[in-house]
C-alpha cells in the first residue's frame, strides 16, 4: 500500500552533500514522509549515480538510496547558485550537510547564518572527525574513520590484518545516528522553540558500538583483541562449516541453552558439566567445547544442523547471501523489499527500518533523475518565473530542462 503520510510529514529537508553518510540520512527521513530536497551539481550530479552495479547509464544503488528525494542542480560555487540555497534552507526545518568542516561557512550558508532568518532549523553535520577538536580539518572516509574508531581492531583474526565487512558500513551508521540526532532535535525544539545543530562524526558513530572495550581497558587494563569469527568472554557463539560446505551460526551461550544444545550435539557429558554450567567455566574450556560443535556440524548438512537447533530451541541460523535473502518467506513475510519501476521494469530494493505500525514509512518514487525537480522546487516553492529559470540554466547556475 503506499502511504503518503508519515511520522515526518510535514518537515522540509535540505540535503546538501554526496555519496553516503548524509543521503543516508536524508533517505530515512524522506522515507518517514518529510520532504528531502537534494542538491545536485549540475554537472553529473552525486557521484553514487555512477557507482558499482550501473544499467541504462545509472547506479542500481541510486534508485534505492535516493528514493523518495527531489533532485534539484544548483552550482554551489556560483553566487546565485548560493543565494537559492539560502532562500530554500530559510524555507526548511532541516538541512543535511556531510562537507568538510569549514566548508559551508566558506560558502556563507554555515548554521549561524540562519540563528536569526530561521531560528527553528535544525541543522545536522556529518564529518569524519567532528566540528571540533585537531582532527577536525582531516579528510575522513569510512574506510579510515573504521580504523581509527576501535571498530576495526577487533575485527578479523589475531596475528592477521585487520577485516573489514564489504560494505561502507561507518557511512551508514552515521546516517543512522544524523537521522537519530535530527528526531532528537526536533523533540526539543517543541520546548525550547530553536532548533541546533547535530554534529556526527564517522568515528564517533562506530565508536558508539565499542560496548565494553573502554571500561575493560580502564578498569582491568584488558584490550580486547580480534577474535575471529567468535565473541571474546562469550562461549560458545561460533560460525562452523558443515558437510555440504555451508555455514551455520549457533548462539549457544546461555547456561540452560547450552545444556540443550550439547545434548542434541551428543555430547550429554559435557551439557551435565558442573565445571561449563556457566558462561564463566565455558570461557576456559572454549577450545574443547568449539573443537566437539565444530566436528557436529562437520559430519552433517547444514539443513539438518539448523533442523535439530530448532528442534531443542537454541539461537541458530545460515550465513546468507543477498539471493537467500530474496528467496527467504521470513524476509518476504517481514515486507523487508520492496518494487519500484524504472523504465519499464521492475527492480527490487529494500525497504528502511524500523518498521511503525501506525505511520510506516514507505518508497513513494525511486531515485530520481537529475534535476527532475527543478522546475517544481525554483517555481512553486521559490516562486521564480519561467523567465528567471531560463536566465538560471543559460548561466550555468542549474541544469537546463531536458
Avoid at 557507482?51 to 538510496?65: A, C, F, H, I, N
Avoid at 546565485?80 to 556563507?108: C, H, M, Q, Y
Avoid at 574508531?149 to 596475528?159: A, D, I, K, L, Q
Amino acid at each position: 500500500m503506499m502511504q503518503t503520510d508519515g511520522p515526518l510529514s510535514g518537515y522540509r529537508v535540505i540535503e546538501l552533500g554526496q555519496l553516503l553518510a548524509g543521503p543516508f540520512a536524508g533517505c530515512m527521513l524522506g522515507y518517514f514522509g518529510a520532504e528531502v530536497i537534494k542538491i545536485e551539481t549540475p554537472n553529473g550530479g552525486d557521484p553514487i549515480r555512477n557507482w558499482r552495479q550501473m544499467k541504462d547509464g545509472t547506479s542500481l544503488w541510486w534508485y534505492s538510496l535516493a528514493r523518495n528525494k527531489k533532485s534539484v542542480t544548483i552550482d554551489l560555487k556560483t553566487k546565485t547558485g548560493i543565494e537559492l540555497v539560502k532562500r530554500l534552507i530559510n524555507s526548511a526545518d532541516i538541512v543535511i550537510e556531510n562537507f568538510r568542516p569549514g566548508v559551508v561557512e566558506d560558502w556563507g550558508i554555515g548554521p549561524k547564518e540562519f540563528k536569526q532568518s530561521n531560528p527553528k532549523l535544525v541543522y545536522a553535520r556529518i564529518s569524519g572527525y567532528g566540528q571540533t577538536g585537531p582532527y577536525a580539518s582531516k579528510p575522513g572516509f569510512a574506510s579510515v574513520c573504521e580504523g581509527i574508531s576501535g571498530f576495526r581492531y577487533v575485527n578479523g583474526h589475531p596475528e592477521q590484518a585487520p577485516v573489514r565487512p564489504n560494505l561502507s558500513i561507518g557511512d551508514t551508521i552515521s546516517g543512522i545516528h544524523a537521522a537519530l540526532g535530527i528526531c532528537l532535535a526536533l523533540l526539543e525544539q517543541k520546548t525550547s522553540g530553536t532548533g541546533q545543530v547535530v554534529d556526527v562524526a564517522l568515528y564517533e558513530s562506530m565508536f558508539n558500538l565499542m560496548e565494553a572495550v573502554v571500561p575493560e581497558y580502564d578498569g582491568a587494563n584488558v584490550i580486547r583483541q580480534p577474535s575471529g569469527s567468535t565473541v571474546t568472554g562469550i562461549v560458545p557463539t561460533n560460525t562452523y562449516r558443515c558437510l555440504d560446505g555451508k555455514y551455520v551460526v549457533i548462539g549457544g551461550n546461555g547456561d540452560s541453552i547450552f545444556q540443550r544444545l550439547m545434548t542434541a550435539a551428543g555430547y550429554p557429558a559435557m551439557a551435565q558439566d558442573p565445571a561449563l554450567a556457566s558462561n564463566s567455566g565455558r570461557v576456559e574450556h572454549e577450545v574443547s567445547i568449539d573443537k566437539a560443535l565444530c566436528d557436529w556440524c562437520a559430519a552433517n548438512n547444514a539443513s539438518h544442523i539448523l533442523h535439530i537447533l530448532d528442534l531443542n530451541r537454541v539461537p541458530g541460523g545460515p550465513i546468507y547471501n543477498v539471493e537467500d535473502m530474496v528467496a527467504d518467506p521470513h524476509f518476504n513475510a517481514r515486507g523487508l523489499f520492496e518494487n519500484v519501476q524504472i523504465n519499464g521494469e521492475t527492480l527490487k530494493i529494500p525497504a528502511i527500518l524500523p518498521k511503525l505500525d501506525k505511520t510506516p514509512g514507505s518508497t513513494r518514487w525511486p531515485g530520481p533523475e537529475l534535476g527532475s525537480h527543478n522546475h517544481h522546487v525554483l517555481n512553486e516553492i521559490l516562486g521564480l518565473s519561467e523567465v528567471e529559470l531560463t536566465q538560471l540554466a543559460q548561466d550555468g547556475v542549474i541544469q537546463a530542462p531536458n
